[in-house]
């Protein structure tokens, strides 16, 4: 038997199993358990502040914007 992941629904603002719940497109993960998976939101709010920090990906003239 497969080993459970979890996601975390968009639309329902709760952790699903990968057994069951929404369609992909709906999800974050997988996730290796629920803990992670609880934290989807606040690892994607670090992860999006982290990128538009970052130097590389940002040009000089791209912060009149």
């Known amino acids: 038997m ?3 992941q979890y996601y975390y ?3 329902h603002k709760t952790v ?3 057994d069951r ?3 992909a497109v709906d999800r974050l993960g997988p996730y290796p358990d629920r803990a992670a998976a609880e934290q ?3 690892r994607v ?3 999006n502040d982290d990128w538009e920090n970052d130097p590389a990906w940002n040009d000089p003239e ?3 914007d």
């Open 16 to 18: 699903e199993p990968s």
């Open 2 to 4: 497969a080993e459970i």
């Open 21 to 23: 719940g929404c369609k």
């Open 62 to 64: 791209d912060e009149d």
């Open 40 to 42: 989807a939101l606040e």
């Open 9 to 11: 629904c968009l639309t």
């Open 45 to 47: 709010q670090t992860r």
